[in-house]
């Protein structure tokens, strides 16, 4: 005899509920009552949280890099806005000796040697904030931290091309430029090697402040160099 033949008589007789596949477990049943509960537990999301994706982390803490951001914008404004070197040697090839002396370090460079300490230390935080939140999935905090990297070197240039323009001197070397596209792209050169600790000696920094500036992009690369070693060696 089939389902449908036991339910014949019962009400309502058009009605033929089949059998549940999941178990069920209630005293109300084996009591006879008419409410019963399901013993299948909550479905559970499709994706578990497995680690904040490279968005999350890149937004989550993205306030420390304002002040090199910010600082790096206004130093380009301050260079567009400037006119041309206040020296200009055009012989370019005689070296060291067609350039004048360095000056006494004024405001101007103290202010640029103030703000690049805070600029470093919002990166260098920033850096350490997002490989300590990538719980184990360290290859989801690469751009981010390559990001702010280049970030930070951008706007060593940038601080660079104010020095070199606010003290006549401060660096030496042979062809800087005669515009600001062509100064930019040679002190983006020598903040890439000065922080790859792999300078070739055409350009060297003179001044005290110049020399801080430097001094604090190699102190980054070790502290980035040190965060590799300590955040991705193998246990």
Known sequence: MGQQDKLKGQWPPHVWYP??????SSSNVEKGEGSFTYSKPFPKPERESGGLSERDIAVAEIWPLLPAAVGAGAAILLLLMANHKQWNDENDNEGFEGYPEPQNT??????????????????????????????????????????AITLLLIYFAVAYDLEYHMVPGSFKGSNFGNDIVSELFTFTYFSITTFATASMGDFSPISNASRILVTLEVLFFIYIFTMGIVFFADP
């Open 19 to 24: 059998p549940h596949p999941d178990p069920i």
């Open 106 to 147: 004024p405001v101007g460079s103290a202010v640029v040697v103030i703000y690049s300490i805070v600029a470093t230390a919002g990166v260098s935080y920033y850096v350490f904030k997002v490989l300590t939140s990538t719980n184990g999935h360290l290859l989801s905090g690469f751009i981010p931290t390559v990001s």
